[in-house]
């Protein structure tokens, strides 16, 4: 019985040893462009408004919209979702900054978890620039799977380009507002990945650069309904509560010290039903209880 609660108990204590997650990235829409004075070269402070990353959680995506791939063959967005959940990255591909470092921030935390392209999750991601082609697309998948290195990577990564309608509809979908700079030809646009259900539904946002593995995993396994991780990821989970207007995981108190009760009844019924076993034992040992003495 010991044995079997140590698991537990330790994973208590590190849940309520990890901090909470950090604030929202505030979606400053720079993307590397040219600024005068603080704002982005040919934008307005009206238009600047306009950038944006709204919540959206529960929505349907239609999966009906085309692209083309990386090879430049036609694709509906539905090939992508085949039971697994989906990580969606809206970047365009000639950014010369921000949608950099949004990639780089995805591969840096897919590395490290667990969980594997195209056995745990796919990842799409679709460049939000129509003029942009697949051969740019196949120039960032080459990158960016190596840079992965995980086996089946080059089938779970998906890089797509599509016509304005497709690209709007799917954007204003998922609430991603972008304005584009004429005068220095770039976009000023927030980052962060979202990720979809098996079915195509918003999930959660992970908002930002810096994509910590936690909250992408636990976004991961919430998106499949829990069929993807752990027994021990579920009830870590149980610890954490993802909050929308961050994008990320905190930890709830509250769930702590219900889980500490429950695992403290568990440990002393434990030890009670060891120290009864342990008395019977010692009876079996001496032939029984002892008798009373006679008067």
Request: charged share 20%; net charge positive.
């Amino acid at each position: 019985m010991r044995q079997g609660l140590v698991p537990v108990t330790l994973v208590l204590i590190l849940a309520a040893l990890v901090p909470p997650a950090a604030a929202q990235y505030n979606g400053v829409p720079a993307s590397g462009m040219m600024t005068k004075g603080g704002m982005p070269a040919g934008i307005t402070p009206n238009e600047l408004k306009k950038v944006s990353f709204g919540q959206e959680l529960g929505v349907q995506v239609p999966l009906d919209l085309p692209f083309r791939d990386e090879t430049g063959r036609a694709v509906l967005l539905s090939q992508y979702f085949t039971g697994r959940p989906v990580i969606l990255a809206l970047v365009y591909y000639e950014c010369p900054m921000l949608c950099v470092q949004a990639l780089n921030g995805l591969v840096k935390s897919l590395k490290v978890l667990a969980l594997e392209p195209g056995r745990d999750y796919e990842i799409v991601t679709v460049s939000f620039n129509p003029d942009e082609t697949p051969k740019e697309a196949a120039a960032k998948k080459d990158e960016y799977v190596g840079r992965l290195g995980k086996p089946g990577a080059a089938d779970a990564w998906h890089f797509l380009t599509g016509t304005e309608a497709s690209i709007r509809l799917l954007t204003g979908t998922v609430g991603f507002h972008y304005v584009y700079d004429r005068e220095t030809k770039q976009y000023a646009h927030p980052t962060g990945m979202i990720v979809l259900t098996p079915e195509g539904k918003i999930s959660k946002y992970v908002f930002g650069i810096d994509y910590g593995p936690r909250d992408l995993r636990f976004a991961l396994i919430e998106a499949s309904d829990h069929k993807v991780g752990t027994a021990v990821d579920r009830l870590v989970l149980y610890c954490y509560h993802y909050d929308p207007t961050t994008g990320k995981y905190g930890l709830v108190l509250l769930n702590v010290l219900r889980l500490g009760g429950v695992v403290t009844v568990i440990m002393i019924g434990g030890f009670i039903l060891l120290m009864r076993r342990q008395e019977k034992r010692v009876q079996a040992e001496h032939g029984g209880p002892a008798k009373p003495a006679a008067n």
